[in-house]
């Protein structure tokens, strides 16, 4: 897939450090996933809730970047590729002593029961 995206915007910055469902809930989170169109950060696929691919159905916003440190891939909900794309908007990831899961203080300590 071309660098060059129609759902990616790369002025938008992310819209926090965290899942911003589950910081308004009180849960927590495996992985990050950053939505390329608006900024959205939700949480993984393992995740307990799922955010960023209810958002991607709910807003029509099929492409996710990680949001993890390290990771600067991409992924089409609607294709199911992975990709490469350009650099976003600062920050890139979730801050390196943000722990994963997260965030701290709300992980259970069974957490490894609830992954999807």
Same mark, same amino acid.
């Given at each position: 897939?071309?660098?060059?995206?129609?759902?990616?915007?790369?002025?938008?910055?992310?819209s926090g450090?965290?899942?911003?469902?589950?910081?308004?809930?009180?849960?927590?989170?495996?992985?990050?996933?950053?939505?390329?169109?608006?900024?959205?950060?939700?949480?993984? #696929?393992?995740?307990?809730?799922?955010?960023?691919? $209810?958002? /991607?159905?709910? *807003?029509?916003?099929?492409?996710? @970047?990680?949001?993890?440190?390290?990771?600067?891939?991409f992924y089409?909900? #609607?294709?199911?590729?992975?990709?490469?794309?350009? $650099?976003? /908007?600062?920050? *890139?990831?979730?801050?390196?002593? @943000?722990?994963?899961?997260?965030?701290?203080?709300?992980?259970?300590?069974?957490?490894?029961?609830h992954l999807?």
């Amino acid at each position: 897939m071309p660098e060059e995206h129609p759902a990616i915007d790369p002025t938008v910055p992310p819209s926090g450090t965290g899942c911003v469902e589950c910081l308004t809930a009180g849960g927590w989170w495996v992985h990050l996933r950053r939505c390329a169109t608006c900024g959205h950060v939700g949480c993984c #696929d393992t995740s307990p809730a799922q955010h960023a691919t $209810a958002h /991607a159905r709910t *807003e029509g916003h099929a492409v996710v @970047q990680s949001f993890e440190p390290g990771e600067s891939w991409f992924y089409d909900y #609607d294709s199911g590729e992975l990709f490469e794309g350009p $650099a976003l /908007a600062a920050p *890139e990831s979730r801050p390196e002593d @943000q722990p994963s899961p997260g965030p701290e203080g709300a992980v259970p300590p069974d957490w490894r029961s609830h992954l999807h």
